[in-house]
């Protein structure tokens, strides 16, 4: 496989961070992080990275001003800095630096939890106790407040209790009003109630599901409530799209809306404590969870970033007793808000990251070919950045270097950039090589051809033709070649195996080694595109607890129900037929096989034809068999299977809870023991 | 059988079950309580309280402070009722007090006697494992005082804890010396002697009103500026010197889908210091006498006072958690303590020397005095790690993931020789039988195969002497890979809970590791002197040994810090004809080391360190040649540039010849960037660079180091070289130059 790397020169590399940064404007300190920084490869694991970004200073005090567990803050477009004081019931305004501009609501606010400010300078603060938002001019004057909107539309039983609020370019407001679990409330800018924006969903759970068929009306209602989360905080970008975070929310934590308010994000990396969430200059999405952690995504949703931590009680810039808010200013800094401390922390961004943003930039605005140098010189630093090969693929693929791009693509996990450029060098392939293909098919036709001609003529085949016939005599070859009949007609052929001694235990155990040779094949050796699991990982250990696992206990609990309920089949039979209906698999998968590595996704559907066509196969085939060898009706033989499918399910539940049993009993003991030890000495 | 007779049968077996089943638990526990008749170690103890005879002592006779002793440069003033000295420079006149606090302070009984009394110490009472403090007020101890030519001999007696013990202070032409000897220390039963702090307030100032800074040990070298930081500090720094005691200290648990916090700097010199700037009086404390097991404290005010005072508290006995219960633990204090002579060496400066750089001079001038470190050779070269075989896992089994032969090692280094970079201090790591995270703990020291063989590696390490470069190996003779078995009685580090110490690693192959046991790193380190006797490769670099420093429990007996110390030191002796480098070794290690690698450059980021200073290369400049951490990891490499010309250290890589995507199902996951194309022209520039500076300092030390404006800082040479390095992002002029923002100019002796 070649990588695809250029050799950049240091001086070049040096000449292009001094441009950066001469753009960015930062003092690069040469400081070090108390944490370690982490990114995604492309299977979505985590691994090292350089540091993104490094604490750089703390502002404990405007002015005079502290702050008593403050819980937001935010920096307009003149990367002026609002704090929420909420312990002391005010917003200070200040310079990014610390420096004191205002004060503003005192005497006004009890407790703002959130603040906003438009274009134009007005702060709107969301002061959950006194159930308003207050809108102050930029001099501090209150011009205006919202309560709860007028009429039924926003619900009666639900209260307004604005904690946190974004305003859009027309003045409409989105808050979230603690326990409204509908979603964000939008009021216009008179206050009239415009309706519900970005609510969560609940998933449901199979618990849930039979309760409700089976619970009566009565302890239906006296079933806790099923609520969806609601969002914890939420902010909006230029071009007025709102994001939210939510807890509790597993992958979707976090969300993007468009102007229809559905989710544009897949899943990102969950985090029960999520709390804020921020929008920095390349559309890069800023997240941050009580405990310190903070991510940064591109704006489709890659991770790019991950750092920061719990403070250890020693006093380390970068790490959080408790994290409420982060915001960006121009250059890029994050600021970050711990409640506990009082105190916020910025953060710098490093030479790497302004490379990768730059990468990233051109890559987003569609400068594919422009991108590629920065990407490798990302790669050059950290090699583990799986996410630059998509852009390099994508820049190979625009020059038109297929093979290239495909590499890349593979490198980067890049599935549908893969499928599209290995499309093209099939393409190519084909294109070049048809004649050759052809020729060479009429090549062997003529060989087969020719020998089957000689030996009709001289029998030159003959000694060979003998030999694979009496091979097909030996015993356990025939009954292997009984699995040829069993597609033709299930039913005969399972009576053959129950009652005419048609297989032996010793062709049906080959059987199932040959089905579990090609399961494996399958999982690990398919092609890129339809592989599952990751290169180069294996878990055979699993696997064989898995296949014959299941296939182990599928046969033991059918026999023990078949035996309860009148069936006619042994052990023996059941074992023997089961490995005969497998057949489809074996003959049918290592075609699909074979296929996964030639097919693009354009195909897909090919495999996914056959992949139906096995499993309907084996489906039928196993239940003919069943009621073949256990001579059931039809509906007995259904009875029968899903009595079976219980009994599997009673057998690992009782596997799981007397391993548990067994783990405490260990502990107790293990327990006394050291209390003796304890004790004694 | 009949029924009867069946009956009879299970009835026997029932019986001889219970009957072996009682015997059974008998057994445990006889075995249990026979086994923990734990003795102590060789450590002394101190002596039953109602031994001391106190006839003998004569109480003073004044109240009042008196000048105790006095030479050509200075006078000691004691105060006889808190133990308080006051330290006068008679040239200048001014002075250090050691005891402080006025009426404005508003300190509680605990404070205000702790902070007016000389000497303090704190105990355990009974069970609890909560310490409690006694100074020279509270708990009202009998102070007899013996006057001596040179100071003054205070025997400490407090009737009712029964404790008693000496102080000892000396009066010196540079400053001052206090002891507590082991033999003075007199205990009772209930109350246990846990530590003693010898004149912690000694220069300590209040609130912003003397100008100055503390230096700390962090890193390389950490100031606390003495500014009034209006309460905005809550916790102190407080810090084992020469790291975390594993048998004792808790770690922090890992994760693996989290970032982690870094571990903070570990403490390398015990020293610390106490520049009053505008005075010009400096103090320079270094811990002499049991030094092995001691905490560094310094408090910047508004940490429970108002006072900035910085010290080091010697330690005995130390709260350990024994465990109860599969998961869980109490805490417990221990009834053995660590008794040995303990004490410190002011050192007062004054004039132009009552600053760092001052500060380093003297405390090399102690270190070469002591004999604690010796003049090496200090030539510059480029130190070049190659990573060569990790281990990862494979359907059931490790596989073997090699990353550089011995052959593709050598064609980077003649590939890198004809570009010039001609100094090279090669590290070949995971070199071992099984790569590098298998190699601990395995003292086979075969080659792996993968990687090419022993002759190889030999002849290649004579190809390389004939050109002058010396060819190291790295090995860690302290860990252990947990895949192994082991003696677990007598070669593993078991901590005071009698559990199995345990190194975490934060990855997911092994989690963790253990350490070996003095005993078995010296028979294993023997093990590979013989086997490399006869061969040219006689160049070793060691990892854990140097940096890591432990007391434990093993066969049955606690062993202190001390000893440990002691084992190192002979495994060091053994390696006399080897070059040795060591990974960021304590001080106790100097002499033994002919390269420092991994130089701290950084503090660990605490709120209240004003700045980071190379007090470290100040000292070692001159002496022992020190290198950098890798380049390879930095995301700010312009800014790392920087540092590594102010502090004139010398830089260093880790390459590989494969990608380094191939490590991540490795233990080395974290090593992600290391391949040798992508590097190649960075160790080319890098190279020219640091070595065009370091001929033109010229192996001279470094003389004095300021910071002259808002990062901008100036470091001299004694060969009279200046080097002007910019951090900040604006031109900064100096001498008619304007010096480009993020850059660096050196300034050469006409």
Redesign the interface.
């Given at each position: 496989m070649n990588?695809i790397?250029a050799?950049?020169?240091?001086?070049t590399a040096?000449l292009a961070?001094?441009i950066v940064?001469s753009c960015i404007?930062?003092?690069?300190?040469?400081?070090?992080?108390?944490?370690?920084?982490?990114t995604e490869?492309y299977r979505g694991r985590?691994?090292?990275?350089?540091?993104?970004y490094?604490?750089l200073n703390?502002i404990?005090?405007v002015g005079d001003y502290e702050f008593n567990k403050a819980l937001d803050i935010f920096i307009d477009d003149d990367d002026i800095l609002y704090i929420a004081d909420t312990g002391n019931g005010r917003i200070i305004v200040s310079t990014l630096e610390g420096e004191l501009i205002s004060v503003i609501g005192e005497g006004i606010l009890t407790a703002p939890s959130g603040i906003f400010v438009d274009r134009e300078g007005n702060i709107y603060a969301a002061d959950p106790r006194k159930e308003k938002v207050f809108v102050f001019s930029p001099d501090g004057e209150l011009i205006r407040e919202y309560t709860k909107p007028e009429g039924s539309l926003y619900g009666k039983n639900n209260r307004f209790v604005p904690q946190k609020l974004v305003v859009d370019a027309a003045g409409s407001l989105y808050v979230i009003s603690e326990g409204n679990t509908n979603g964000i409330a939008q009021l216009s800018k008179q206050g009239e109630f415009l309706g519900y924006f970005g609510a969560n969903y609940t998933p449901l759970f199979i618990h849930e599901i039979i309760r409700r068929l089976t619970f009566t009306k009565e302890q239906r209602e006296q079933l806790k409530l099923n609520v969806p989360p609601s969002p914890k905080n939420l902010t909006i970008d230029d071009r007025g799209l709102v994001y939210t975070v939510t807890q509790g929310a597993g992958t979707k934590g976090l969300k993007k809306f468009n102007m229809a308010g559905i989710n544009m994000l897949d899943d990102t990396l969950p985090d029960e404590n999520i709390t804020d969430v921020a929008i920095g200059q390349i559309e890069n999405i800023f997240v941050v969870s009580t405990e310190g952690?903070i991510y940064e995504y591109s704006r489709e949703g890659d991770l790019l970033f991950?750092?920061?931590?719990?403070d250890?009680?020693?006093?380390?810039?970068?790490?959080f007793v408790s994290a409420a808010a982060i915001d960006v200013d121009k250059s890029g800094h994050l600021y970050v808000l711990d409640t506990e401390?009082n105190k916020i922390q910025i953060f710098e961004k490093?030479?790497?990251?302004s490379i990768v943003h730059e990468a990233l930039n051109l890559y987003q605005e569609g400068y594919y070919i422009e991108s590629k140098d920065p990407w490798e010189e990302v790669l050059?630093?950290?090699?583990?950045f799986d996410y630059a090969y998509r852009g390099i693929g994508q820049a190979h693929y625009k020059l038109e270097n297929y093979e290239q791009s495909l590499a890349a693509f593979r490198l980067g996990g890049d599935k549908a950039g893969y499928s599209s450029s290995f499309w093209e060098v099939r393409n190519i392939f084909l294109k070049n090589n048809m004649l050759k293909i052809f020729l060479f098919l009429v090549l062997i036709w003529l060989v087969v051809k020719t020998v089957r001609l000689l030996n009709s003529m001289f029998g030159l085949l003959v000694p060979v033709q003998k030999a694979i016939a009496s091979f097909r005599e030996v015993s356990v070859v025939r009954e292997l070649r009984f699995v040829y009949y069993v597609p033709k007609n299930p039913a005969d052929a399972y009576y053959g195996i129950k009652r005419e001694g048609k297989v032996s235990i010793l062709s049906s155990t080959i059987l199932y080694i040959i089905f579990f040779v090609i399961y494996l094949a399958d999982k690990y050796f398919s092609g890129f595109l339809f592989k599952k699991v990751a290169e180069?990982?294996?878990e055979?250990?699993t696997d064989i607890a898995s296949v014959f696992g299941v296939i182990g206990l599928f046969i033991i609990c059918n026999n023990l129900i078949s035996s309860i309920r009148d069936g006619e089949g042994k052990l023996r039979d059941i074992y023997c037929s089961l490995a005969y209906s497998i057949m489809p698999y074996i003959f049918l998968k290592p075609v699909a096989i074979v296929l996964s590595h030639v097919l693009t996704y354009n195909e897909a559907f090919i495999i996914n034809l056959i992949n139906i066509v096995i499993y309907a196969s084996i489906a039928v085939l196993i239940i003919v068999m069943i009621k073949e060898i256990q001579n059931y009706s039809l509906r007995e033989t259904f009875k029968n299977i899903a009595l079976t499918l219980f009994t599997m399910l009673i057998f690992v539940i009782s596997a799981v809870v007397i391993v548990a049993l067994v783990n405490q009993v260990v502990?107790f003991i293990?327990?006394i023991?050291?209390?003796?030890?304890?004790r004694?000495? | 059988m009949s029924r009867k007779r069946i009956g009879v049968r299970a009835r026997n077996i029932v019986v001889s079950a219970v009957v072996i089943a009682l015997v059974a638990v008998l057994a445990v526990l006889v075995y249990v309580t026979t086994r923990n008749a734990v003795t102590t170690g060789k450590s002394v103890s101190a002596k039953d309280f109602s031994l001391l005879d106190t006839s003998l002592l004569s109480r003073n006779i004044s109240d009042k402070p008196y000048i105790a002793a006095e030479n050509d440069r200075l006078q000691m003033i004691l105060d006889p009722v808190s133990l308080g000295i006051t330290l006068v420079d008679k040239a200048s006149g001014e002075r250090l007090e050691s005891v402080h606090g006025t009426e404005e302070d508003k300190l509680n009984a605990s404070w205000k006697g702790f902070l007016g009394s000389g000497v303090s110490i704190e105990f355990f009472n009974g069970d609890s494992p909560s310490l409690e403090r006694a100074d020279m007020f509270n708990h009202k101890p009998e102070v007899y005082i013996e006057n001596r030519d040179d100071g003054f001999k205070a025997t400490i007696v407090y009737e009712k804890l029964k404790i008693a013990l000496d102080v000892i202070a000396e009066l010196t032409e540079d400053g001052m010396k206090v002891t507590v000897p082991a033999d003075s220390i007199y205990e009772g039963e209930q109350y246990r002697l846990a530590s003693v702090y010898l004149y912690p307030f000694m220069g300590a100032t209040r609130l912003g009103e003397e100008k100055g800074y503390m230096l700390l040990p962090e890193g390389s070298g950490a100031l606390i500026d003495l500014e009034d930081n209006k309460g905005r500090f809550r916790a102190p720094y407080s810090k084992k010197v020469y790291g975390d005691n594993i048998a004792v200290d808790r770690e922090i648990s890992q994760q693996y889908n989290r970032p982690n916090v870094k571990a903070p700097e570990q403490i390398i010199m015990p020293i610390f210091g106490m520049a009053h700037t505008d005075r010009k009086i400096a103090l320079l404390g270094i811990a002499e006498e049991g030094k092995y097991n001691c905490q560094l404290l310094a408090y910047p005010n508004g940490v429970s006072t108002n006072y900035n005072w910085i010290t080091i508290k010697y330690l005995y006995r130390e709260d350990y958690i024994t465990q109860v219960s599969r998961s869980s633990g109490i805490r417990a204090a221990p009834k053995e303590g660590d008794f040995r002579d303990v004490g410190v060496k002011f050192t007062v400066l004054t004039g132009e020397k009552a600053n760092y750089s001052g500060m380093a001079e003297a405390y090399r001038n102690y270190l070469v005095e002591n004999g604690i470190i010796e003049k090496k050779n200090t030539d510059y070269n480029i130190r070049l790690d190659f990573l060569g075989a990790e281990s990862k896992e494979w359907i059931v089994m490790k596989t073997i993931v090699p990353m550089t032969t011995i052959s593709q090692m050598e064609t980077m280094l003649k590939e890198l020789m004809e570009y010039g970079v001609k100094d090279i201090l090669p590290t070949y790591m995971g070199w071992q039988k099984g790569g590098l995270s298998l190699s601990y703990g395995d003292n086979g020291y075969k080659v792996e195969e993968k990687l090419g063989s022993l002759r190889q590696l030999d002849t290649l390490a004579k190809e390389l002497k004939d050109q002058g470069i010396n060819l190291m190996l790295y090995q860690d003779f302290l860990l252990a890979n947990t895949s192994r078995n082991y003696d677990t009685q007598s070669d593993i580090v078991k901590n005071l809970s009698k559990n199995l110490a345990k190194k975490l690693t934060n990855k997911r192959l092994y989690p963790y590791y253990y350490y070996l046991t003095p005993k078995r790193s010296l028979s294993d380190a023997r093990k590979y002197i013989k086997k490399f006797e006869g061969t040219d490769l006689k160049g070793i670099t060691f990892g854990s040994v140097a940096n890591t420093l432990f007391s434990y429990f093993s066969g049955g007996n606690i062993y202190s810090r001390q000893e440990t110390k002691k084992a190192a030191d002979t495994m060091m002796e053994g390696f006399g004809e080897f070059s040795k480098a060591m990974i960021q070794p304590f001080d106790y290690m100097w002499k033994y080391a002919d390269y420092y690698f991994d130089i701290p450059l950084y503090a660990s980021n605490y709120n209240y360190v004003s700045r980071e200073i190379p007090f470290l290369p100040m000292v070692l400049k001159g002496y022992m040649p020190y290198y950098a951490d890798y380049a390879n990891f930095e995301p700010n490499k312009n800014s790392f540039l920087l540092k590594m010309v102010e502090y004139g250290a010398y830089p260093s890589f880790i390459l590989t010849w494969e990608e380094s995507s191939e490590l991540k199902d490795t233990n080395s996951s974290d090593i992600f960037t290391s391949n040798y194309d992508d590097f190649k022209s960075m160790v080319v520039e890098y190279y020219n660079l640091l070595k065009e500076i370091s001929d033109k300092t010229d192996g001279t030390a470094i003389t004095r180091h300021d910071i002259i404006a808002d990062d901008v800082v100036k470091v001299q040479y004694e060969n009279g070289v200046e080097i002007l390095i910019n951090y900040s992002n604006r031109e900064f002029e100096y001498k008619q130059d304007m010096i480009a923002p993020q850059s660096y100019k050196v300034y050469e002796v006409n």
């Open positions: 990588k790397r050799k950049s020169r240091f001086i040096l961070f001094g940064l404007g930062m003092a690069a300190h040469a400081a070090s992080a108390p944490y370690t920084t982490l490869d985590l691994v090292s990275s350089q540091d993104g490094l604490p703390t404990t005090k952690y991950l750092f920061g931590g719990r250890d009680g020693k006093n380390r810039s970068g790490l401390s490093t030479e790497y990251a050059r630093q950290n090699s583990l180069g990982h294996y055979l250990a502990d293990l327990s023991a050291k209390e003796v030890n304890y004694v000495s | -």
